[in-house]
């Protein structure tokens, strides 16, 4: 239970920051922070401070202007310094991420007198390795020769781009943050100069003094809240928990746009490998073991293993030669096949076990490799490998370690066959761009999650809270809790939002002649954009798919030049900056946008008075995950429309709604342009778990 103590200390600070900034209290803010507060307040302790009672975790749901940020802060930061763990707030996307580090947090600081630091928390891959930047200036200048193992050889024309980079950094003017480089930097340019967990050698490194990952990971040991995103938490307690987060034993987590935890969590988990892309990496693997072997003298304990792996290497390749005709045949005309119930054809799952069998011994003699050069660079002349050889080879052999490793998991649960009564895993196969030509790439994916969560983070963590302003679907939390896990004890609670919908904005379901399965619809959307659309105004238009938004560009573009802008023609953030320009300086613009538009957008004001949905927005039916899910609900005697179609809909609607109103001072209309909402017998239910504006 919330000792009183921590509650007259909350509600002190409350009151601080609502005197400091001059807000206005809000009833649903300070339910918000009260069932926070209870819920982490009910945490029990062992020994080792770990939490051994079921508490801890809570779910609410917070209408727009609720105050949510500032709400979750003040509940559990007194707590979490209490309580001697870690706050960990994880967004979904960057610009709620940048609205934290750069304004929420900066006034509770300032503003409030309990002191805390905060720190961003990035994974490795967005720092700089000096170790990596050296030897790709070394290898331009002729002083190292090129380890090309991965054909990435570092071009001459960045020369100028890595000598910068390297006295900004010396100098203290760049922290080798990737993202905070003064200009943009391609891939290729960045590959060179970032190491993954594989190649790192840790507190063996020559540089780790100066090396900017770790001065961040220090810069989150010293704070008191670390602020990260949901892909970085997924990967950390993939690998354990703890590898680059505080465990989850030490932490208490806040999902923000926690609606997007369990489809994040869905790839997060997803494997694949194309055919072709992985005969390509074994033959320069086969061409850089016997590099190594050649250039190097070997110990006797790793001679034997890495003379059998060329051939190895040949024999696995010629495994994947046997796979593209298969799956090239399976494949046909289509561009994705399917696999029902995730059942892998026989013929294609005998191969794919035949696969293993080389792979074993090879990923066994790389992992021992790796342990090797490892110790050898800490051993202080005395390890199996030189110095040098161990500088030299430790980061490449790491990144063909990495690879099989990736390569073993994905070819292991390709070829899984699930026991009767477990959930299936979803397996496809589909054609992607590879170079200028194309390869054929084999996916498997979970259709849930759950069980991964409850497991690896529900179970373990300190104290959780799950938030958004849309995390039911149909007005029920039961589609929340079935994808992410959530324990049967966990509290749920809904903050209505404050603002007076029905007198700030207008609903209305425009009934075309058409519906969106006609031929007919999309003159008929675009007969009524032409006639409605007033383009002195700010216009949000929402498309489920790029086709439509595409052909109905084209029949606007001539017309609509001085006003239009599209997704995908133009960056995300330009689109909104431009959009901006344009009414501030008093004209018009529409914006058609996809998905992402729907979510995320913060444009008050008259900077969006009209949003345009053109049709409800359910998930794309040959979507493979989805495909997969639906037909493990009907073996079940579910129902996947109802059960996972609609309100996975609801929620995309709800947010797409939810673009109007951002203040209490805005207004405008919504328009639906799908009749199925007042036709079908499930629109109903879609209408009524929008937010409450005025139907016309």
Known sequence: MLSNESKQ??????????????????????????????????????DKGERNNDAGIVVVEAGTGTGKTLAYLLASLPLAIEQEKKLLISTATIALQEQILDKDLPNLKKHISLPFNFALAKGRGRYLCLVKLDKALQQLSGILSTIDLFEQSPEEQDRDLYESMLSQYAVGKWDGDRDRWGEEISDSQWGHLTATHRECSNRRCPEFDNCSFFKARQAMEDADIIVANHDLVLSDLSLGGGAVLPAPEKTI???????????????????????????????????????????????????????????????????????????????????????????????????LNNIKAPLQPL?????????????????????????????????????????????????????????????PVARWIAKTPFGEDWDIKLSASPIAVADQLRKNLWWRCHGAVVTSA????????????????????????RVASPFDYPNLGQLEVVQLASDPKSEQFQSDVEGWLKTQLDLTKGTLVLFSSRAQLEATRETFIRDWYESLLCQGFLPKSEIVRRHKERIDGGKGSVIFGLASFAEGIDLPGEYLTHVVIVKIPFAVPDDPIHAATSEWLESRGRNPFMDLT????????????????????????????DKRLISSRYGKLLLDAMPPLRRI
């Open 253 to 351: 987590y806040v999902f923000d746009e926690g609606h997007h935890l369990a489809d994040k969590a869905l790839n997060h988990f997803r494997l694949e490998f194309g055919v072709r892309a992985q005969r390509q990496w074994l033959k320069q693997l086969e061409q850089g073991v016997e590099q190594f072997v050649g250039a190097t003298s070997m110990p006797p304990s790793i001679l034997y293993a890495l003379q059998d792996a060329p051939g190895q290497c040949r024999e696995l390749s010629s495994h994947f030669s046997l796979m593209w005709p298969l799956v090239f045949d399976l494949m046909g005309d289509r561009d994705r096949l399917r696999f029902e119930q995730g059942r892998v054809p026989d013929n294609l799952r005998d191969l």
């Open 9 to 46: 200390r909350i509600q002190a600070l409350y009151r601080e920051l609502i005197k400091a900034l001059d807000l206005k209290p809000r009833m649903g803010q300070r339910v918000m922070i009260a069932e926070i507060a209870k819920a982490l307040g009910s945490v029990k302790t062992d």
């Open 646 to 673: 609609l309100p996975a809909a609801s929620i995309r609607l709800v947010q797409a709604c939810g673009r109007l109103i951002r203040k209490e001072s805005d207004s405008g209309k919504v328009s639906i342009l």
């Open 470 to 493: 849309t995390l039911t679907a149909l007005n029920s939390f039961n589609n929340l809790s079935w994808e992410t896990g959530l324990p049967d004890w966990v509290g749920y609670h």
């Open 363 to 423: 990923l066994q003699c790389l992992d021992k490799l790796n342990d090797m050069l490892q110790q050898s660079l800490d051993a202080k002349g005395e390890g199996e490998f030189s110095r040098d050889v161990a500088e030299s080879w430790q980061a490449p052999m790491g990144m063909m370690l990495a690879r099989a490793e990736s390569l073993w998991e994905a070819v292991t649960w390709m070829a899984a066959e699930e026991a009767e009564g477990e959930i």
